[in-house]
């Protein structure tokens, strides 16, 4: 065949072979965006992508298990484990990264609710963005409406922290971004959060305390200026040293 020296190589695909992790980073760096392990990056994943960095974790992940020195290919437990972790990162405990905000219908304030409302416990999942180990607890959200605060269902509230928590956080910074988002989507006149968690970095690793849990608030609008409205959501929520 021959071949003109100057014509373009291969125009039909001029990115193949670049990885899929890296035309996303690179869209992310186009737009000035920011991609911590916290940050939703949905905005810059095309349809099928998807599925294609998955795979891409899946190499990866088996690397991993080679440097472990882990036979993967006797090992009947370990054969699909690059698989599973890739599958369990980027479909499930970290999907708050990939994909868009859940959709929550807002409802306008007809019956003109402005008394303190306690959403809680919700049970919340999470991995701390320092050792990927789990983060789980419980967080209680109040709500102080006004005639024009949009209502959503109380079963949203837990779709948009599982939508926040989904990502490697640091628990202090969580709080602020589900604060953040609750904010914007119905805009109270006041909003309070308080999560409580155990960070399984302390049980399973470095310290070895297994009862170790942090505790954290967030305050915003009047909850910040009213301190007997912020007692009142306090004490409604459930003695949280409880154990089970
Ligand atoms: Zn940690």
Sequence with gaps: MKTDP???????APDEGVPV????????????KRFHANDNIADFVEPGELEKLLDEVEVKMQGVLDSLVIDTVSDHN??????????????????????????????PNAEHL????????ITVRSACSHHFCPVIGKVWIGVMPNEHT??????????????????????EEAVIQLADLIMEKTQPDGLAIVME????????????????????????????????????????????????
Excluded at 114 to 121: D, K, R, Y
Excluded at 206 to 226: A, E, W
């Design 6 to 12: 100057d014509a373009p190589l291969t125009p039909a």
């Design 21 to 32: 992790s890296v035309k996303i980073r690179q869209r992310i760096l186009a737009a000035r």
């Design 78 to 107: 370990t054969g699909d484990t690059a698989r599973r972790v890739a599958k369990m990162y980027v479909n499930e405990v970290f999907r708050g990264r990939y994909v868009k905000p859940p959709t929550i219908t807002e409802f």
């Design 114 to 121: 402005n008394e303190l409302m306690i959403v809680g416990p």
């Design 150 to 171: 949009n209502v959503i269902g109380l079963s949203k509230y837990a779709r948009l922290a599982e939508w926040v928590m989904g990502r490697p956080q640091i628990q």
């Design 197 to 244: 968690a155990s960070h399984y970095c302390m049980a399973w690793r470095g310290v070895k305390d297994m009862d170790s849990r942090m505790i954290n608030s967030v305050m915003r609008g009047v909850f910040l200026k009213d301190a007997a409205l912020r007692r009142e959501f306090l004490a409604l929520i459930p003695r949280r040293t409880d154990r089970s």
